[in-house]
Protein backbone atom coordinates (compact mmCIF):
# COMPACT_ATOMS: atom_id res chain seq x y z
CA UNK A 1 0.00 0.00 0.00
CA UNK A 2 1.50 3.36 -0.87
CA UNK A 3 2.18 5.65 1.99
CA UNK A 4 -0.35 8.42 0.40
CA UNK A 5 -3.20 5.51 0.09
CA UNK A 6 -2.41 4.46 3.89
CA UNK A 7 -2.14 8.34 4.83
CA UNK A 8 -5.76 8.73 2.96
CA UNK A 9 -7.09 6.14 4.65
CA UNK A 10 -6.06 6.09 8.53
CA UNK A 11 -7.59 10.15 7.99
CA UNK A 12 -10.81 8.60 6.53
CA UNK A 13 -11.19 6.20 9.54
CA UNK A 14 -9.48 8.88 12.41
CA UNK A 15 -12.60 11.42 10.49
CA UNK A 16 -15.26 8.60 10.98
CA UNK A 17 -14.34 8.34 14.55
CA UNK A 18 -13.75 12.18 14.59
CA UNK A 19 -18.07 12.04 13.29
CA UNK A 20 -19.12 9.37 15.81
CA UNK A 21 -17.82 10.63 18.93
CA UNK A 22 -19.41 14.49 17.81
CA UNK A 23 -22.63 13.46 17.18
CA UNK A 24 -22.18 14.23 13.64
CA UNK A 25 -22.16 12.60 10.32
CA UNK A 26 -20.20 13.65 7.14
CA UNK A 27 -21.11 16.57 4.87
CA UNK A 28 -20.51 15.34 1.97
CA UNK A 29 -23.63 14.60 0.97
CA UNK A 30 -25.10 18.17 0.77
CA UNK A 31 -21.82 19.57 -0.84
CA UNK A 32 -21.65 17.25 -4.22
CA UNK A 33 -23.60 20.15 -5.89
CA UNK A 34 -23.53 20.54 -9.61
CA UNK A 35 -23.14 24.12 -9.04
CA UNK A 36 -21.29 26.24 -6.61
CA UNK A 37 -23.05 26.65 -3.35
CA UNK A 38 -21.12 29.84 -1.89
CA UNK A 39 -24.37 31.50 -1.94
CA UNK A 40 -25.16 29.84 1.51
CA UNK A 41 -23.95 30.43 5.16
CA UNK A 42 -21.86 27.43 5.80
CA UNK A 43 -21.09 29.13 9.02
CA UNK A 44 -24.32 29.09 9.90
CA UNK A 45 -26.87 26.55 11.25
CA UNK A 46 -30.24 27.73 11.41
CA UNK A 47 -33.00 25.02 13.21
CA UNK A 48 -36.34 24.91 12.51
CA UNK A 49 -39.69 23.33 12.67
CA UNK A 50 -41.52 23.27 9.38
CA UNK A 51 -44.29 21.62 7.20
CA UNK A 52 -43.40 19.72 4.68
CA UNK A 53 -45.17 20.97 1.53
CA UNK A 54 -44.10 19.01 -1.46
CA UNK A 55 -40.37 16.96 -1.56
CA UNK A 56 -39.28 17.21 -5.42
CA UNK A 57 -37.22 14.09 -5.95
CA UNK A 58 -35.30 15.35 -9.20
CA UNK A 59 -31.86 15.56 -10.91
CA UNK A 60 -29.79 17.45 -10.63
CA UNK A 61 -30.77 18.50 -7.02
CA UNK A 62 -33.65 17.55 -4.66
CA UNK A 63 -35.96 20.70 -2.95
CA UNK A 64 -38.00 19.82 -0.48
CA UNK A 65 -40.65 22.97 -0.07
CA UNK A 66 -41.83 23.89 3.29
CA UNK A 67 -43.79 26.16 5.27
CA UNK A 68 -41.58 27.66 8.17
CA UNK A 69 -43.61 30.48 10.60
CA UNK A 70 -42.04 33.94 10.53
CA UNK A 71 -41.54 35.93 13.71
CA UNK A 72 -45.04 37.66 12.82
CA UNK A 73 -46.63 34.63 13.23
CA UNK A 74 -47.16 33.95 9.39
CA UNK A 75 -46.49 30.86 7.66
CA UNK A 76 -43.71 31.25 4.87
CA UNK A 77 -42.48 28.89 1.72
CA UNK A 78 -38.47 28.14 2.10
CA UNK A 79 -37.20 25.97 -0.52
CA UNK A 80 -34.18 23.51 0.93
CA UNK A 81 -31.78 22.43 -1.30
CA UNK A 82 -29.98 19.35 -1.11
CA UNK A 83 -27.66 16.70 -3.26
CA UNK A 84 -28.70 14.89 -6.15
CA UNK A 85 -31.47 12.07 -5.51
CA UNK A 86 -28.78 9.39 -7.02
CA UNK A 87 -26.21 9.90 -4.47
CA UNK A 88 -28.78 10.59 -1.40
CA UNK A 89 -30.42 7.23 -2.24
CA UNK A 90 -27.54 5.54 -1.79
CA UNK A 91 -27.55 7.00 1.16
CA UNK A 92 -30.30 5.38 2.87
CA UNK A 93 -32.91 8.65 1.54
CA UNK A 94 -35.84 7.51 -0.60
CA UNK A 95 -38.09 9.11 -2.81
CA UNK A 96 -41.38 9.27 0.19
CA UNK A 97 -38.73 10.17 2.30
CA UNK A 98 -40.51 13.65 3.15
CA UNK A 99 -44.20 13.71 3.04
CA UNK A 100 -46.39 16.87 2.33
CA UNK A 101 -48.11 17.69 5.23
CA UNK A 102 -45.47 15.89 7.48
CA UNK A 103 -44.27 17.79 10.20
CA UNK A 104 -40.50 17.75 10.28
CA UNK A 105 -37.50 19.27 12.54
CA UNK A 106 -34.59 20.31 9.42
CA UNK A 107 -31.13 21.75 10.17
CA UNK A 108 -29.72 24.05 6.76
CA UNK A 109 -27.36 26.66 6.06
CA UNK A 110 -29.26 29.74 5.26
CA UNK A 111 -28.31 31.92 1.98
CA UNK A 112 -26.26 34.64 2.95
CA UNK A 113 -28.45 37.27 1.31
CA UNK A 114 -31.45 36.46 3.37
CA UNK A 115 -33.62 34.94 1.14
CA UNK A 116 -36.01 32.21 1.58
CA UNK A 117 -33.94 29.14 0.73
CA UNK A 118 -31.02 27.36 2.54
CA UNK A 119 -29.06 24.35 1.94
CA UNK A 120 -30.09 21.42 3.59
CA UNK A 121 -28.25 19.80 6.75
CA UNK A 122 -30.06 17.32 8.28
CA UNK A 123 -33.58 16.29 9.09
CA UNK A 124 -35.47 14.81 12.22
CA UNK A 125 -38.62 13.15 12.05
CA UNK A 126 -41.20 13.17 14.44
CA UNK A 127 -40.47 9.58 14.78
CA UNK A 128 -36.95 10.58 15.74
CA UNK A 129 -35.57 9.33 12.91
CA UNK A 130 -33.05 11.31 11.36
CA UNK A 131 -31.06 12.33 7.59
CA UNK A 132 -28.27 13.79 7.28
CA UNK A 133 -25.91 15.58 9.70
CA UNK A 134 -28.28 15.67 13.02
CA UNK B 1 -32.52 -22.30 -51.87
CA UNK B 2 -32.65 -26.29 -50.75
CA UNK B 3 -32.76 -27.31 -46.98
CA UNK B 4 -29.44 -29.09 -47.42
CA UNK B 5 -27.50 -25.90 -48.49
CA UNK B 6 -29.00 -23.91 -45.61
CA UNK B 7 -27.31 -27.03 -43.15
CA UNK B 8 -24.38 -26.00 -44.56
CA UNK B 9 -24.16 -22.85 -44.38
CA UNK B 10 -25.20 -22.77 -40.97
CA UNK B 11 -22.12 -25.65 -39.96
CA UNK B 12 -20.35 -23.19 -41.70
CA UNK B 13 -21.10 -20.46 -39.93
CA UNK B 14 -20.52 -22.53 -36.29
CA UNK B 15 -17.66 -23.57 -37.55
CA UNK B 16 -16.44 -20.25 -37.86
CA UNK B 17 -18.07 -18.76 -34.38
CA UNK B 18 -16.26 -21.91 -32.40
CA UNK B 19 -12.89 -21.46 -34.15
CA UNK B 20 -13.28 -17.80 -33.52
CA UNK B 21 -14.98 -18.01 -30.04
CA UNK B 22 -11.80 -19.28 -28.14
CA UNK B 23 -9.77 -16.52 -29.10
CA UNK B 24 -11.92 -13.72 -28.29
CA UNK B 25 -12.85 -15.26 -25.04
CA UNK B 26 -9.59 -15.98 -23.98
CA UNK B 27 -8.56 -12.21 -24.90
CA UNK B 28 -11.51 -11.29 -22.75
CA UNK B 29 -10.42 -13.61 -19.38
CA UNK B 30 -6.72 -11.85 -19.61
CA UNK B 31 -8.58 -8.46 -19.41
CA UNK B 32 -8.99 -7.57 -15.30
CA UNK B 33 -12.01 -7.69 -13.49
CA UNK B 34 -13.30 -3.90 -13.12
CA UNK B 35 -16.88 -4.70 -13.59
CA UNK B 36 -19.52 -3.04 -10.59
CA UNK B 37 -19.99 0.58 -9.83
CA UNK B 38 -16.95 2.61 -8.20
CA UNK B 39 -16.27 6.29 -6.97
CA UNK B 40 -13.41 8.37 -6.65
CA UNK B 41 -11.56 8.02 -3.61
CA UNK B 42 -9.73 11.21 -3.19
CA UNK B 43 -11.93 13.70 -1.23
CA UNK B 44 -14.65 14.83 -2.15
CA UNK B 45 -13.77 19.05 -2.24
CA UNK B 46 -14.10 18.69 -6.57
CA UNK B 47 -10.08 19.40 -6.11
CA UNK B 48 -8.86 17.88 -9.04
CA UNK B 49 -5.04 17.19 -8.23
CA UNK B 50 -5.30 16.41 -4.34
CA UNK B 51 -1.49 15.83 -4.08
CA UNK B 52 -0.75 19.34 -4.53
CA UNK B 53 -3.74 21.14 -3.70
CA UNK B 54 -3.06 23.56 -0.23
CA UNK B 55 -4.78 24.10 2.21
CA UNK B 56 -4.72 20.23 2.24
CA UNK B 57 -8.30 19.79 3.39
CA UNK B 58 -9.25 22.98 0.93
CA UNK B 59 -12.57 22.47 -1.37
CA UNK B 60 -12.47 23.65 -5.13
CA UNK B 61 -13.77 27.13 -5.64
CA UNK B 62 -13.11 27.97 -2.06
CA UNK B 63 -11.09 31.49 -1.15
CA UNK B 64 -7.71 30.84 -1.37
CA UNK B 65 -7.42 27.35 -1.63
CA UNK B 66 -5.41 26.24 -5.17
CA UNK B 67 -3.44 23.57 -6.65
CA UNK B 68 0.14 24.08 -7.95
CA UNK B 69 0.75 22.10 -11.01
CA UNK B 70 4.29 23.57 -13.56
CA UNK B 71 2.21 26.28 -15.01
CA UNK B 72 3.59 28.43 -17.66
CA UNK B 73 3.46 31.87 -16.64
CA UNK B 74 0.63 33.07 -18.87
CA UNK B 75 -1.47 29.76 -17.23
CA UNK B 76 0.04 30.75 -13.97
CA UNK B 77 -2.03 33.98 -14.90
CA UNK B 78 -5.27 32.79 -16.02
CA UNK B 79 -5.22 30.45 -13.39
CA UNK B 80 -4.82 33.12 -10.86
CA UNK B 81 -7.59 35.49 -12.77
CA UNK B 82 -9.96 32.62 -12.26
CA UNK B 83 -9.07 32.10 -8.49
CA UNK B 84 -10.17 35.84 -7.89
CA UNK B 85 -13.36 35.02 -9.67
CA UNK B 86 -13.88 31.72 -7.73
CA UNK B 87 -13.64 33.69 -4.26
CA UNK B 88 -16.33 36.13 -5.63
CA UNK B 89 -18.79 33.13 -6.48
CA UNK B 90 -18.81 34.81 -10.44
CA UNK B 91 -16.58 31.68 -11.73
CA UNK B 92 -19.09 29.80 -13.66
CA UNK B 93 -18.80 25.90 -13.96
CA UNK B 94 -19.27 24.87 -17.58
CA UNK B 95 -20.88 21.73 -16.54
CA UNK B 96 -23.25 23.31 -13.72
CA UNK B 97 -25.40 24.87 -17.34
CA UNK B 98 -26.56 21.35 -17.83
CA UNK B 99 -25.61 21.40 -21.50
CA UNK B 100 -21.77 20.81 -21.83
CA UNK B 101 -19.69 17.08 -20.99
CA UNK B 102 -16.65 17.65 -17.91
CA UNK B 103 -13.93 16.65 -20.86
CA UNK B 104 -11.41 14.70 -20.23
CA UNK B 105 -9.42 14.69 -17.85
CA UNK B 106 -11.81 16.42 -15.17
CA UNK B 107 -13.84 13.13 -16.07
CA UNK B 108 -11.83 11.42 -13.75
CA UNK B 109 -12.54 13.48 -10.82
CA UNK B 110 -16.32 13.70 -10.89
CA UNK B 111 -19.10 13.00 -7.83
CA UNK B 112 -21.37 10.21 -7.64
CA UNK B 113 -20.26 6.91 -9.74
CA UNK B 114 -18.47 5.39 -12.27
CA UNK B 115 -18.44 2.48 -14.25
CA UNK B 116 -15.12 0.78 -16.22
CA UNK B 117 -16.36 -1.73 -18.82
CA UNK B 118 -12.98 -3.39 -20.97
CA UNK B 119 -13.35 -5.09 -23.48
CA UNK B 120 -10.38 -6.67 -25.75
CA UNK B 121 -10.93 -3.65 -28.51
CA UNK B 122 -12.54 -0.57 -26.53
CA UNK B 123 -12.66 0.34 -23.30
CA UNK B 124 -15.63 2.57 -21.88
CA UNK B 125 -15.16 4.95 -18.74
CA UNK B 126 -18.95 6.33 -18.08
CA UNK B 127 -19.65 8.70 -15.14
CA UNK B 128 -22.91 8.81 -13.23
CA UNK B 129 -22.48 13.17 -13.22
CA UNK B 130 -23.53 14.36 -16.38
CA UNK B 131 -23.36 11.77 -17.55
CA UNK B 132 -19.81 11.42 -19.37
CA UNK B 133 -18.51 8.70 -21.73
CA UNK B 134 -14.61 8.32 -22.89
CA UNK B 135 -14.01 5.40 -25.38
CA UNK B 136 -11.04 4.48 -25.69
CA UNK B 137 -9.96 2.40 -28.45
CA UNK B 138 -7.43 -0.54 -28.45
CA UNK B 139 -8.25 -2.50 -31.83
CA UNK B 140 -4.84 -0.89 -32.84
CA UNK B 141 -5.69 1.95 -34.28
CA UNK B 142 -4.10 5.14 -33.75
CA UNK B 143 -5.53 8.86 -33.39
CA UNK B 144 -6.89 10.50 -36.41
CA UNK B 145 -4.51 12.49 -38.52
CA UNK B 146 -4.65 16.18 -38.08
CA UNK B 147 -7.64 16.90 -40.92
CA UNK B 148 -9.74 14.86 -39.46
CA UNK B 149 -9.54 15.93 -35.25
CA UNK B 150 -11.13 18.92 -33.49
CA UNK B 151 -11.05 20.06 -30.32
CA UNK B 152 -13.80 17.98 -28.48
CA UNK B 153 -14.61 17.63 -24.49
CA UNK B 154 -13.45 14.38 -24.42
CA UNK B 155 -11.13 13.98 -26.74
CA UNK B 156 -9.60 11.03 -28.71
CA UNK B 157 -8.06 8.14 -26.77
CA UNK B 158 -6.22 5.32 -28.18
CA UNK B 159 -4.29 2.74 -26.32
CA UNK B 160 -3.00 -0.59 -25.52
CA UNK B 161 -3.45 -3.34 -22.48
CA UNK B 162 -0.22 -4.02 -21.04
CA UNK B 163 -0.96 -7.16 -18.71
CA UNK B 164 -3.74 -5.73 -16.54
CA UNK B 165 -2.80 -2.09 -17.12
CA UNK B 166 -4.98 0.21 -19.55
CA UNK B 167 -2.04 2.25 -21.40
CA UNK B 168 -4.19 5.24 -23.41
CA UNK B 169 -3.25 8.72 -24.88
CA UNK B 170 -6.20 11.46 -25.06
CA UNK B 171 -5.88 14.08 -27.53
CA UNK B 172 -7.73 17.00 -29.00
CA UNK B 173 -9.22 18.11 -25.61
CA UNK B 174 -11.04 21.28 -25.75
CA UNK B 175 -8.95 23.22 -22.51
CA UNK B 176 -9.68 26.33 -21.38
CA UNK B 177 -11.82 27.40 -24.16
CA UNK B 178 -15.18 25.21 -22.67
CA UNK B 179 -14.02 23.53 -20.09
CA UNK B 180 -12.26 23.80 -15.99
CA UNK B 181 -10.63 20.78 -14.29
CA UNK B 182 -12.62 21.65 -11.46
CA UNK B 183 -13.89 24.39 -9.57
CA UNK B 184 -11.09 26.64 -8.47
CA UNK B 185 -10.50 27.51 -12.16
CA UNK B 186 -7.49 25.34 -13.21
CA UNK B 187 -7.49 24.41 -17.06
CA UNK B 188 -5.36 23.47 -19.88
CA UNK B 189 -5.28 24.31 -23.26
CA UNK B 190 -6.35 22.65 -26.38
CA UNK B 191 -2.70 21.55 -26.64
CA UNK B 192 -2.41 19.27 -23.86
CA UNK B 193 -2.20 15.65 -24.17
CA UNK B 194 -2.65 13.07 -21.30
CA UNK B 195 -0.65 9.67 -21.08
CA UNK B 196 -3.34 7.70 -18.40
CA UNK B 197 -2.27 4.38 -16.94
CA UNK B 198 -5.10 2.05 -15.28
CA UNK B 199 -4.96 -0.64 -13.11
CA UNK B 200 -6.23 -1.95 -9.88
CA UNK B 201 -4.04 -2.00 -6.73
CA UNK B 202 -3.32 -4.54 -4.51
CA UNK B 203 -5.87 -2.67 -2.20
CA UNK B 204 -8.59 -3.40 -4.76
CA UNK B 205 -8.31 0.65 -5.65
CA UNK B 206 -8.30 1.42 -8.66
CA UNK B 207 -5.58 3.71 -9.85
CA UNK B 208 -5.29 6.67 -12.67
CA UNK B 209 -1.73 7.70 -13.05
CA UNK B 210 -1.82 10.48 -15.41
CA UNK B 211 1.02 12.32 -17.43
CA UNK B 212 -0.39 15.64 -19.05
CA UNK B 213 2.17 17.72 -20.94
CA UNK B 214 0.69 20.95 -22.41
CA UNK B 215 3.08 23.09 -24.46
CA UNK B 216 0.79 26.24 -23.58
CA UNK B 217 -0.25 25.63 -19.95
CA UNK B 218 2.93 23.32 -18.48
CA UNK B 219 6.51 24.09 -18.16
CA UNK B 220 6.88 20.34 -17.27
CA UNK B 221 4.89 16.82 -17.22
CA UNK B 222 2.46 17.32 -14.63
CA UNK B 223 1.70 13.93 -12.85
CA UNK B 224 -1.76 13.58 -11.35
CA UNK B 225 -2.73 10.22 -9.33
CA UNK B 226 -6.61 9.56 -8.97
CA UNK B 227 -8.15 6.78 -7.08
CA UNK B 228 -11.22 4.60 -7.58
CA UNK B 229 -13.04 2.57 -4.93
CA UNK B 230 -15.30 -0.44 -5.43
CA UNK B 231 -18.83 0.05 -3.95
CA UNK B 232 -21.32 -2.88 -2.52
CA UNK B 233 -22.55 -5.47 -5.03
CA UNK B 234 -25.49 -4.94 -6.28
CA UNK B 235 -25.28 -0.74 -6.42
CA UNK B 236 -27.02 0.49 -8.99
CA UNK B 237 -26.19 3.52 -11.24
CA UNK B 238 -29.40 6.11 -12.36
CA UNK B 239 -30.06 8.93 -14.84
CA UNK B 240 -28.67 12.00 -13.77
CA UNK B 241 -30.66 13.89 -16.15
CA UNK B 242 -28.75 18.17 -14.67
CA UNK B 243 -31.51 20.03 -16.97
CA UNK B 244 -34.72 17.93 -15.11
CA UNK B 245 -35.26 20.43 -12.89
CA UNK B 246 -32.46 22.51 -12.65
CA UNK B 247 -33.23 25.14 -10.05
CA UNK B 248 -29.87 27.04 -10.58
CA UNK B 249 -29.57 28.84 -13.52
CA UNK B 250 -26.27 31.14 -13.83
CA UNK B 251 -26.61 34.23 -14.82
CA UNK B 252 -23.96 36.73 -17.46
CA UNK B 253 -22.13 37.62 -14.58
CA UNK B 254 -21.48 34.66 -13.86
CA UNK B 255 -23.98 34.32 -10.13
CA UNK B 256 -25.86 31.33 -9.36
CA UNK B 257 -29.26 32.01 -8.41
CA UNK B 258 -32.31 30.01 -7.03
CA UNK B 259 -35.23 29.99 -8.49
CA UNK B 260 -38.31 29.20 -6.69
CA UNK B 261 -41.00 26.06 -7.57
CA UNK B 262 -42.45 28.36 -10.14
CA UNK B 263 -39.31 29.26 -11.70
CA UNK B 264 -39.40 32.97 -9.86
CA UNK B 265 -35.91 33.65 -8.55
CA UNK B 266 -35.40 33.92 -4.87
CA UNK B 267 -32.57 35.81 -4.27
CA UNK B 268 -32.79 39.34 -2.42
CA UNK B 269 -29.45 39.67 -4.48
CA UNK B 270 -28.67 39.60 -7.97
CA UNK B 271 -25.95 41.34 -10.09
CA UNK B 272 -26.69 44.88 -11.82
CA UNK B 273 -26.86 44.36 -15.68
CA UNK B 274 -27.89 40.65 -15.23
Known amino acids: MTKAIQSLLVRQKLMALTICFAGIVSVTEVVNAHHSNAMFDKTQVREVTATVREFQWTNPHIWIQVLIENEDGEQEEWSIEGGGPNTLFRKGWRPNSFKPGEIVEFKMNPMLDGSNAALFRGARFSNGETLGNW | ?274
Open chain 2, 1 to 274: MGNALRVLQAAAVLAVLLILSPVANSQSASLPDWSGVWERFEGNGGIFDPSTVEPQDGRAGNPGVRQFPPLTDAWEAKYQANLALAAKDRLPDPISRCGTPAGFPRLLALPDVYEFIVRPEQSWIITENGPNIIRIYTDGRDHPPPEEVWPTFTGDSVGHWDGQTLNFTTVSMIGDESTVLDRSGLTLSDQATVATRMFKTDEGLLRAELVIEDPLALREPWHVTRHFRRLPAGTRVYDYACAENNRNPITESGQTLTLDTEGNVIDIAVDEND
